[in-house]
């Protein structure tokens, strides 16, 4: 038995929510917490990923700390358009943030999920991928991209 730590616990904290809000509002949406696995599945498809993460001294001197996260969202839609709704949507469901969940894994598999804060998303950008190159000759998940990048944090002081 294991648990995440807070990396890991916010990953899968937004990917257990855009799920739960994919399976409710659009069919056939798949989303994904391994950037590799993106081109194994059909699309649509969505990747959740952490990047960057700041430690910002909450006073000089001090070994506490708020941490910044920056959580990266790749889209793989079929089409333009659907990439674009796909942005639309997601943007629209992050904005008040997700709920925390501190997560306890059993054999590769969760146990148990016990909720424990908020993620707050402190900012959005939408970034559409254009690798300037006929999209013909693309493989097919690389034809219709996005990437939302955010700031989030937990709004807790790390000791």
């Keep these: ?3 995440y730590r807070q990396s890991r616990n916010i990953e899968a904290s937004i990917v257990d929510a855009l799920t739960t809000n994919f399976t409710t509002d659009w069919s056939g949406v798949s989303v994904e917490k ?3 696995r993106i081109y194994d599945i059909s699309l649509p498809s969505v990747c959740i990923r952490t990047g960057a993460t700041a430690h910002d001294f ?3 001197g ?3 700390t708020w941490r910044k996260v920056q959580l990266l969202i790749d889209i793989f839609a079929t089409s333009d358009g659907q990439k674009l709704d796909l942005v639309d949507y997601i943007v629209s469901k992050i904005k008040a943030g997700f709920v925390y969940y501190d997560y306890v894994i059993t054999n590769g598999a969760v146990a148990s999920k016990t909720a424990n804060g908020r993620i707050r ?3 959005i950008d939408v970034t559409p991928i254009d690798f300037d190159e006929e999209k013909n000759t693309l493989d097919v998940h690389d034809r219709n991209r996005a990437l939302i990048t955010c700031e989030v944090t937990l ?3 790390e000791a």
């Design 58 to 60: 909450v006073e000089i």
């Design 121 to 123: 998303v402190m900012s």
């Design 34 to 36: 391994t950037f590799a």
């Design 62 to 64: 001090d070994n506490n």
């Design 155 to 157: 709004g807790k002081v």
């Design 1 to 3: 038995m294991g648990t």
